[in-house]
């Protein structure tokens, strides 16, 4: 699940999957704004045919987090 | 979405990537966050080749933006009344008359100044202002619809010819207004569409600026059995066919050629390609009770016991269009496939097993056929094809290729920065792509501009012949330096192709351009994957390259070097009218 969340930031911020650390959030991935947030958050729904609420949303701002709260669905 | 937009932003970015032509910007200016929309509306046209790059304006900023965004190429424009006043959707309907008039005034005022803006962008497209996301809900009609109809007969009163508005309630009905919207993220960040909605929108939207890459369909060519009436001719005979609205298999057939009679009024070729005698379908389309596509809507019929792909290769040629600008209607496997195999380039359609189907299917690719432009040559287009058959089949009886044109009684009549015929210039630099020396597209406004200054001349010409009009098929505009003269564009539409009437042409550009105290001409040629043929033009003509680019090729001709190319069978004169 990891790798696919990874290719899918990578397309949303047009940087390299193999590029992207375990541990890279909103604050150390430049493009990560809260624009491409919400492009972020479609891309993954689409992906993982799941839906996340508003008040999940402004938490998923790191790759652990997405990772979890996909986990718990 | 057909495919899902992590996917797409992946592809996308390769072709933006590997695409080197000229960019073109498209600006999305809105009062609702939209920023999806980007990469949604430029996959589909990288995927016609056209090297499109979008951006988002200012958030909630359209008439300010309008300003700063004029020279994009083209401008969306998503104005929503929901958000013309915070809340508005239900604000709206609690509003005395005097705040209600306000608001309508103070959005008039804004659209007013964004159109004025916008004049000379060459394709706006704004949405029509639409109620139905709110109040689908219930059957009353309330202020906010009311206040949604006089803005947009606003909008209607105040278009302009460079603006299209585009009705996104077609998207709603297409794929329902809950999978098109999306409140969760409206209230706290103004976003509302959803992914699939953009989808929509952006193949909606795709045919109308790739009509002014000259990508634009210009051909439909039908087989006759089982697409233009239900039954085979040749086994049932002319009593056995059935086309009428009257026949429970025939009223499928009478609508198609009804839509098909629509396309030909607006200068689209009508032909047939179909295996049977020709004598046969002659007198069903003269004779026939049923048939509502007439003789004069026809253009070309390659009526034979050929292969199809052969007749279509024929047809491409006789009329001198792309095969790309073909599209190809047939209800047999076999023959479509064998197109499909053979000529790529060709949109085929096959008629659905269940024909009640078909005409919804006809309707889908009417966009093939879109164009920004509709002029009154379109009509006559139609008129002026048939003629070129027929002058295709006279060529035949004449001894030499001379003896044939001077029985032709050609005449040339050269317009000058003519106001009248501003519109058909500019939809002939967005529509020709063979003989056309630079390929550049303009808008109306460009062309007005070229028109109106002394900077420029504008030569357009017409040309008939004994068997009928053409209409205004060529043309050149000029750029004047004091002494010297520089050729921007000079193309000719392909169907007066074989008179020399390009040569003729340039030699009175010439002539009078001399008369007007010039030297010195330059000119060049802009290599496209289709302008091939006339890459030799100007040595052709007797000017003399002065720097050869692979791609551009530049040439000079002083004017007293010039040798006449002695055509004596084109007559010609000028009209100049401001």
Request: hydrophobic share 35%.
């Amino acid at each position: 699940m990891k790798e696919k969340i990874k290719e899918i930031m990578a397309a949303v911020f047009e940087i390299n999957a193999a590029d992207i650390k375990d541990s890279d959030d909103s604050t150390t991935i430049p493009n990560w704004d809260s624009l491409n947030q919400m492009n972020l958050i479609v891309a993954l729904e689409e992906e993982f045919d799941v839906r996340f609420e508003d008040d999940e949303i402004v938490e998923l701002t790191s790759l652990e987090s997405i990772e979890n709260s996909l986990k718990s669905k | 979405m057909e495919i899902k937009y992590s996917e797409l932003l992946k592809l996308n970015k390769e072709l933006k990537d590997g695409n080197s032509s000229e960019e073109y910007n498209i600006k999305i200016l809105s009062n609702i966050i939209v920023n999806q929309l980007t990469q949604i509306v430029e996959y589909p046209l990288q995927k016609r080749g056209v090297n499109a790059i979008a951006s988002c304006g200012n958030f909630d900023n359209i008439v300010q933006d309008s300003i700063q965004f004029n020279k994009s190429n083209c401008v969306l424009i998503f104005w929503e009344l929901c958000n013309i006043v915070d809340g508005f959707q239900y604000k709206s309907n609690v509003l005395t008359e005097s705040e209600k008039s306000a608001i309508i005034e103070k959005t008039k005022s804004e659209i007013d100044y964004t159109l004025t803006n916008l004049n000379s962008t060459s394709i706006v497209i704004i949405n029509y202002f639409s109620t139905t996301v709110f109040n689908h809900q219930f059957i009353g009609r309330n202020n906010y619809d009311e206040i949604c109809r006089e803005l947009n007969n606003y909008l209607e009163s105040k278009k302009t010819r460079n603006v299209v508005l585009f009705d996104i309630d077609k998207i709603f009905a297409k794929i329902s207004v809950s999978s098109s919207v999306d409140f969760r993220n409206y209230y706290s960040s103004k976003t509302l569409y959803t992914l699939d909605f953009f989808e929509v929108y952006s193949s909606m939207i795709t045919p109308i600026i790739t009509s002014v890459f000259g990508k634009s369909k210009k051909a439909l060519i039908f087989d006759c059995d089982n697409t233009l009436w239900k039954g085979i001719l040749g086994e049932d005979g002319e009593s056995g066919i059935e086309m009428s609205g009257k026949s429970a298999k025939g009223v499928f057939f009478e609508e198609v050629q009804f839509m098909a009679k629509e396309l030909a009024s607006r200068g689209i070729i009508i032909g047939l390609n179909s295996k049977n005698n020709p004598e046969d379908v002659k007198k069903v389309i003269k004779d026939h009770e049923s048939m509502s596509l007439k003789e004069s809507d026809i253009v070309i019929e390659k009526v034979n016991w050929n292969d199809k792909v052969s007749n279509l290769q024929n047809i491409a040629k006789e009329l001198n269009i792309g095969l790309d600008s073909i599209v190809f209607i047939d209800d047999s496997d076999f023959e479509i496939n064998l197109v499909k195999e053979y000529l790529q380039e060709v949109y085929t359609i096959q008629v659905p097993q269940n024909l009640y189907e078909y005409p919804s299917l006809f309707r889908k690719n009417i966009d093939l056929f879109y164009s920004i432009l509709n002029t009154k040559d379109d009509a006559a287009r139609v008129k002026s094809y048939k003629d070129q058959v027929v002058r295709e089949q006279a060529k035949n009886s004449y001894g030499s290729i001379n003896e044939y044109l001077e029985s032709l009684d050609l005449e040339m009549i050269i317009y000058i920065d003519h106001k009248d015929l501003i519109e058909r210039m500019a939809q002939l630099t967005q529509k020709t792509n063979q003989f056309n020396l630079t390929t550049k597209r303009y808008t109306f406004t460009q062309v007005e501009e070229f028109v109106k200054t002394n900077q420029y001349i504008t030569f357009a010409f017409e040309v008939n012949d004994k068997f009928g009009k053409f209409g205004i098929t060529g043309e050149s505009f000029v750029s004047i330096n004091g002494h010297e003269a520089t050729i921007d564009t000079f193309l000719m539409s392909c169907r007066v192709l074989g008179r020399n009437i390009e040569l003729k042409f340039l030699e009175e550009l010439v002539l009078y351009l001399e008369s007007k105290g010039i030297t010195q001409i330059k000119s060049s040629y802009i290599k496209t994957q289709k302008n091939q043929q006339v890459e030799d033009f100007y040595e052709r003509a007797g000017f003399t390259l002065t720097g050869d680019f692979g791609e551009l090729k530049n040439y000079e001709l002083n004017i007293k070097d010039q040798k006449k190319v002695a055509i004596n069978y084109i007559s010609v004169k000028y009209e100049r009218k401001n």
